[in-house]
């Protein structure tokens, strides 16, 4: 398994702050303009403590971790695997099940190296699937818990700004007598929305859906680890078995 950049994850989050920017420009905006430190205390330190607030230390630290899955896929190759799979049916048909033992450490799926361990101490096929769908119930559990920080900070961040424009609003009420302190209370309120909506929409609730995508690609490989096991095990014919494996190709290959 290798990191690569995410180019989708990078151009997204490109195009969709340049977007903003660019469009207040031409608008004859300034970038100065929507930089407002006290709209950004209000918004993010808001937002980061109501989600601190509804999860776990671990959770959040957790999901702070699991950016760089957003930044920096892991790019494991579906038809490596499958080779990998057939190449030890290939060996446990011609010198028996445990001649298979020796190269199982050289794997890098955590996963892959589990099943075949198990497999290779003799558990029965049923025990074995029940034992591994457990564990992937366990990882898919966690990791939607990770991916549930952003999408809460995203329905946070929103509600947030308005918290931010209200108090901008407050604070331009009580200068009316005074114009100078006018503008930086109106820039307070409308910018604190735009940190909101903007920061939900373009960076929290995408990441939440990009770790979520990935849980998908992952549980399908997983899977399909599971039947090249078992497959393995049962001495089904490696080219039968590989046949089944590329079914699953469409969903663990997907970007």
Known sequence: MTHSMDRASIIGIMFGVGAIIGGNLIEGGRIDSILQPTAALIVFGGTVGATFLSFPFRDVRKAIAALRFVLFMNTRDCKKVIASIIRFSQIARRSGFVAIEAEISNLDHSFFRKALTLATAGMVPKLLVETMEQINRTFEEESRRIAKVYETAGGFAPTIGILGAVLGLIHVME???????????????????????????????????????GLNRELALRAMIIEGVIGIQSGVNPHYLEERLKSFMEVTDRD
């Open 175 to 213: 200068n009316l007598s005074d114009p100078s302190k006018l503008g930086a209370g109106i820039a307070v309120a409308f910018v604190a929305t735009i940190y909101g909506v903007g920061s939900a929409n373009l960076i929290l609730l995408p990441i939440a859906k990009k770790l979520i995508n």
